[in-house]
């Protein structure tokens, strides 16, 4: 893996916190421009040209990454060209590479970013759109500056390339004012951020507290569902009138119905509430609705922007489809929450593995020590076989036979 340089981590630290990404999305963010070095690193690519991130993104659709997984990416990646020094203030000249292979040029020291240290990055042959300064002197001459075309990107490249739609500004014409647009910057990103963080960078998920976890980890516990079935819940599967949970392709594609907890009643209607006026953001922004489930939304086409069927837990951001050129919302990834149950349990100092799947766990175990049988801890679970519900035994105290009282003893009113 190619090493990124102190320095570009420093700045992309600091656009990361302008930006106000949440801790556990940053992980990721993090991993994209890693692989984006590596990238550039192995096919010849200039890691600060915004040219480069098209192939980028092409190589991660031929290794079948998802749409939100390269959506993501191409955010990442925007940033980190954001957060590059200004042109002003970073001078680099061209140095050119004789015929051969990219990755290793002839005669050609490799050119690094001035202000970046010794552990520069490798431009390769390619020329970015400002200039590069080569290293301190070297005793053998290096060839002569020279400027390369770079050749147009296939249609499929320059589609996969172009930025997310910004959402409309909401200002009266006359209170527009025109942004100048930095060559080289990523003014449309900057642009579409600065506009999403208004309206879409909720409080639910703000990266300064753990409480906007709370309720996923009151439904984790308190209707034992596995971490995918909670984040998969839409609107319609609550029924707080009979006090039910519907959970829709569950483990094997199976549906269950689960009893809601009493004592999280007041966060859910107030999630509900919330989910109804991000939907009416979206509605208002002209985004293209959620996603829906296998082949519903060709039957029913104009379900995706219903809201009995818009995410209970939605994502803090837009998913960009750069083949329908539209903006869907998809659900909190489960890593948000993996990440917050991590953090909660160093804060609370426990000296164990925690995941999100222990609520599960201890929803069983709590049950059957609270004398509810196997057949219905069987049901509340979604199990096909007993037999994985007669595991959670090891986990009630079992009773010795000197603790053990014959039947004629429990009854002091018979002898």
């Known amino acids: 893996m190619q090493p990124v340089p102190p320095e570009v981590w420093a700045n992309f630290e600091r656009r990361l916190d302008e930006m106000r990404v949440p801790p556990p999305q940053r992980l990721d963010y993090r991993k994209w421009v890693r692989f984006y070095f590596d990238f550039c690193h192995k096919y010849g690519h200039s890691t600060g040209a915004p040219a480069s991130r098209g192939p980028f993104l092409a190589k991660l659709a031929s290794k079948n990454q998802s749409v939100a997984q390269r959506s993501q990416a191409s955010a990442a990646v925007g940033l980190l060209l954001q957060s590059a020094p200004a042109p002003g203030a970073t001078r ?39 200039t590069l300064q080569t290293p301190r002197p070297a005793p053998q001459a290096s060839a002569p500056p020279a400027t390369r075309q770079v050749s147009p990107q296939p249609a499929c490249i320059q589609h996969q390339n172009r930025p997310a739609a910004p959402l409309p500004d909401t200002r009266s014409p006359g209170t527009q004012a025109a ?8 003014a449309s990103w900057e642009q579409e951020y600065r506009d999403l963080e208004a309206a879409v960078l909720l409080r639910n ?12 980890g009151l439904l984790l516990y308190g209707c034992g569902l596995r971490l995918m079935e909670c984040v998969n819940l839409r609107i319609q599967c609550f029924n707080l009138d009979s006090m039910l949970l519907t959970v829709h392709d569950g483990k094997g594609q199976k549906d269950r119905t689960v009893p809601l907890p009493a004592r999280a009643l007041p966060e859910i209607r107030e999630q509900m509430d919330f989910v109804r006026r991000l939907h009416a953001q979206d509605l208002a922004a002209g985004y293209a609705g959620t996603f829906l489930p296998r082949q519903l ?8 922007k219903e809201l009995i069927w818009q995410w209970f837990f939605p994502a803090p951001t837009l998913t960009f489809i750069p083949k329908l050129r539209e ?42 020590r609270a004398d509810y049988d196997l057949q219905t801890i069987q049901k509340l679970l979604g199990h096909s076989d007993i037999k ?28």
């Open 179 to 186: 942004k100048p647009s930095v060559p080289g910057r990523g």
């Open 205 to 216: 998920y703000s990266p300064r507290t753990l409480e906007a976890y709370r309720l996923v």
């Open 327 to 368: 903006q869907r919302r998809y659900h909190l990834h489960e890593s948000h929450v993996q990440g917050a149950v991590k953090q909660a349990t160093a804060r609370a100092g426990i000296p164990k593995r925690v995941s999100p799947h222990i609520f599960r766990h201890t929803f069983a175990s709590h049950l059957l």
């Open 92 to 130: 680099l000249s061209p140095t050119a590479a004789p015929t051969g292979s990219p990755r290793t040029p002839l005669n050609s020291q490799p050119a690094v970013l001035s202000g970046y240290g010794d552990r520069g990055l490798r431009t390769g042959a390619q020329v970015p759109p400002v």
């Open 388 to 415: 994985t519900t007669m595991i959670y035994l090891q986990t009630v105290p079992g009773v010795t036979l000197k603790e053990a009282k014959s039947p004629l003893d429990l009854d002091p009113t018979l002898g």
């Open 297 to 304: 939304e060709k039957k029913y086409q104009n379900a995706a």
